[in-house]
């Protein structure tokens, strides 16, 4: 019997979501444990050195300079290196820093904090770059798996297919794939937000006037949100279309949808996902995916004087 | 002689941290502190996102 | 023949393949409105429907060998149909052509921030591929022996605006006004130092070569109002 592949975890700057998503694979966990050994994650074991391994789980983005020893130093000592989840392939949520700079972020949580009595930016951690990057900024990344944090299904695919060396069979659908609501048409003329009324759990978002990103997200969570009534707010990151196509993306593909089911016009929700920037390309608005299209106006878009701001 | 212990990073904890306990001449323990070492800047963040995703947003903090 | 499956449990039910795909490759079934494919025979390969859908549960198969479309007598009879349904050129209006303009005039310059921004000084060889790619999208040249000949094709193609002969070894393009002058002057930067002005040179570069298989290299000794480029094998 050949050896265990040796999996070693990083943690950059993320949540740990990452980490409890592996945790989520439950009685699935000792299946991969069967053909992995972990030989270092943090969150588990007291492992402080970096230690060579075969395959190299990278969680967070790159945003201080210590992510980014720790990021050269995973690259060095392992043989493929995976991006796992939406931050070290995107930015993840804290991408939504792009609009502002570092100095602006420290002064909002540190120095005019209201709920916070130091009022002194610390010193003596590691120093913060100047902004949130996804991993392949700085190391060459062999495979991408955004999620937030990835579904266990495809963590396992992933994980197998990585240690076995085949191709994983993961889909390339979008959200709504797996949305079971129907897309219906309305003649609903006005957008409205997520607390504005009551909503049909049978159909889809879209249809009933309320922005909706699962068809310009690539599905690597199962729609586990429209299915509790919570619209897709895009954690996943960009659909194959909006990352292959420089003439698509998120505006123009979300409206050329709601419009079709709506009476809505199509330049409408273009210009309400414009001011709802911030939230809706959050996940992803570090990643140079947005820099190749009319979104590379992002920071416009999110630093617009229209405070955005409820539609009724 | 004064000594300082240092606990880099912490494992085993969710995110990073560093320890540092200084001991003076005695062995007895002179100051103590517990380093935070990473930043997402969430406090500026989520100023301007749409209030009906602070839910999804803010649970991003700490996923664990 | 093209292949065209939807995946289950995929489809929403949005009937935008049905309503977008310019052949009616698709049916709405009764009842539930969950689109099913029932002419598969059919499909140009435009692949409208596998963007459109919101859950990507379109796949479209073994299109490439549909294209180019026009080569073949029963596409070029669907293209008809399907132009003549769709009466787009006359609806077009001088207001529409402004906007058409500057539509791509922002595009063009978003292309190439992105370039500078990501690629530096690899835009050389982008553009020189995108010529030699956009070569395979034009197969008839291939048919044309020698450079007089391919320069004759392309004439009769791009007569807008552009002139191309022969001196000696040399083709020579005279562009008067070149369409990107205007996109150019627009950003305040001076033709023929432009990032776009570089990388269409070197894109008609990438064409030629691929068209007569000789690497060209190109110079260009006026740039302004009118532009003349001159292409020289390697
Ligand atoms: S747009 Fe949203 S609600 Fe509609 S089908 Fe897709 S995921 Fe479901
Ligand atoms: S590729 Fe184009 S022609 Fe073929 S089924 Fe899709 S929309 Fe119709
Ligand atoms: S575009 Fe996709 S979701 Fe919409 S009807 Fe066609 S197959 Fe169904």
């Known amino acids: 019997m050949s050896a265990k592949a040796r999996v070693s975890i990083e943690w950059l700057s993320g949540c740990s979501g990452c980490e409890l998503g592996i945790v989520d694979l439950h009685e699935k966990l000792l299946e991969v444990l069967d053909e992995i050994e972990l030989v270092r994650i943090p969150i588990l074991m007291d492992v402080k050195e970096y230690v060579a391994a075969d395959v190299g789980i990278l969680t967070g983005s790159i945003r201080t300079e210590h992510d980014r020893h720790a990021a050269r130093e995973m690259r060095r000592l392992c043989k493929s290196i995976l991006a796992f989840g939406t931050c070290p392939v995107y930015g993840g949520p804290h991408s939504s820093a792009y609009p502002h700079t570092t100095d602006e972020l420290l002064d909002g949580a540190y120095r005019s904090n209201a709920s916070t009595v130091t009022s002194e930016v610390p010193t003596d951690v590691p120093r913060l770059l100047a902004g949130n990057r996804p991993l392949d900024s700085e190391i060459e990344v062999d495979l991408y798996l955004p999620g937030c944090p990835p579904h266990p299904a495809f963590i396992f695919e992933a994980l197998m297919s990585l240690v076995r060396g085949r191709a994983p069979g993961i889909g390339r659908h979008s959200v709504c794939f797996r949305c079971e609501r129907k897309m219906v048409k309305t003649d609903r003329k006005t957008l409205r937000r997520a607390f504005e009324g009551e909503f049909d759990p049978e159909i889809c978002f879209l249809s009933q006037g309320c922005l909706c990103f699962g068809s310009v997200t690539l599905d690597r969570c199962l729609a586990p949100c429209t299915k509790v009534g919570v619209p897709c707010f895009s954690c996943g990151g960009p659909s194959e279309p909006v990352i292959l196509e420089p003439q698509k993306d998120v505006r123009s593909e979300v409206a050329l949808r709601m419009s079709h089911l709506t009476q809505i016009p199509e330049a409408e929700i273009v210009a309400e996902i414009e001011r709802q920037a911030k939230t809706h390309f959050a996940y992803a608005m570090a990643s140079p995916v947005f820099r190749q299209k009319p979104t590379f106006l992002l920071k416009k878009w999110t630093q617009s004087p229209t405070p955005a701001g409820g539609t009724a | ?64 | 023949m093209a292949t065209v499956r939807i995946e289950e449990p995929g489809c929403r039910g949005c009937t935008l393949c049905a309503d977008l795909c310019p052949v009616a490759v698709f049916a709405l079934r009764e009842g539930d409105g969950i689109a099913t494919v029932v002419h598969a025979e059919r499909c140009i390969g435009c692949l409208s429907c596998a963007y459109a859908c919101p859950s990507g549960c379109i796949e479209v198969g073994d299109y490439l060998q549909l294209r180019p479309f026009h080569r073949i007598e029963g596409h070029a009879a669907l293209m008809r149909r399907f132009l003549q349904e769709q009466p787009l050129a006359d609806a077009l209006t001088p207001a529409d052509l402004e906007e058409a303009w500057s539509d791509v005039a922002a595009r063009l310059r978003a292309l190439a921030g992105t370039v500078t921004e990501t690629i530096g000084s690899g835009y050389r060889a982008i553009g020189r591929r995108a010529g030699a790619m956009a070569a395979a999208h034009l197969p008839e040249m291939y048919e044309e022996a020698g450079l007089e000949q391919v320069l004759g094709g392309l004439r009769e193609r791009f007569s807008y605006g552009f002139d191309f002969h022969l001196e000696g070894e040399a083709a020579v393009l005279d562009f008067r006004p070149c369409s990107l002058c205007k996109v150019v002057q627009s950003t305040g930067e001076t033709v023929g130092q432009a990032l776009l002005c570089h990388l269409f040179h070197e894109y008609w570069a990438g064409l030629l070569s691929a068209f007569v298989g000789t690497k060209y290299r190109y110079e260009v000794p006026v740039a302004g109002e009118s532009c003349r480029m001159e292409l020289r094998p390697a």
Request: aromatic share 4%; with cysteine; hydrophobic share 40%.
């Open chain 2, 1 to 64: 002689m004064s000594r300082t212990i240092a606990i880099d990073p912490v494992t085993r904890i969710e995110g990073h941290a560093r320890v540092e306990i200084e001991l003076d001449d005695a062995g007895k323990v002179r100051s103590s502190a517990f380093k935070v070492m990473d930043f997402r800047g969430f406090e500026t963040v989520l100023r301007g996102m749409q209030v009906e995703m602070m839910p999804t947003v803010t649970s991003r903090i700490c996923g664990t």
